[in-house]
């Protein structure tokens, strides 16, 4: 059974969840760290769609509080162009992510993580929230 894979992309650090098999629940994969090299990205996403049988991948768009686009929004688009070029046979879906790492900081906040830490799992429970939108919205 395929899986949906969601991701929460930043020029950095990106985030990235995926469904149980039946597309139920979201965990929490792993953040790549690409250093501004989409290129690194979309062979991780590359070796993850082949692994895990993924038939969607949902993308969060980093829409501003107002609903207007910032130079992330305009950043994330690019990436949605070059994920559609690549996964082509893929679905690719946007969802507002508005909100979303506030809310990973919130739940680390209460989880007590380390500072350190934080930096490394915020990506990846954005990825998460994204992803879980997405699955209770369907």
Wanted: glycine content about 8%; aromatic content about 6%; some cysteine.
């Amino acid at each position: 059974m395929s899986r949906i894979l969601g991701i929460d992309y930043g020029t950095v650090r990106t985030g990235v969840a995926i469904t149980d098999e039946l597309g139920i629940t979201a965990q929490g994969l792993e953040t790549i760290t690409s250093n501004g090299s989409d290129k690194i990205i979309l062979k991780r996403i590359n070796e993850l769609v082949d692994e895990y049988d993924v038939s969607c991948i949902v993308l969060g768009n980093p829409i501003n509080m107002d609903g207007t686009k910032g130079k992330r929004a305009e950043e994330t688009e690019l990436f949605l162009h070059k994920l559609k070029s690549r996964f082509n046979k893929i679905d690719i879906v946007q969802v507002d992510e508005r909100l979303t790492s506030v809310e990973a900081h919130r739940t680390m906040n209460f989880l007590d993580i380390d500072k350190k830490k934080k930096k490394q799992v915020v990506d990846t429970l954005a990825a998460v929230y994204i992803l879980e939108g997405y699955i209770n919205k369907k």
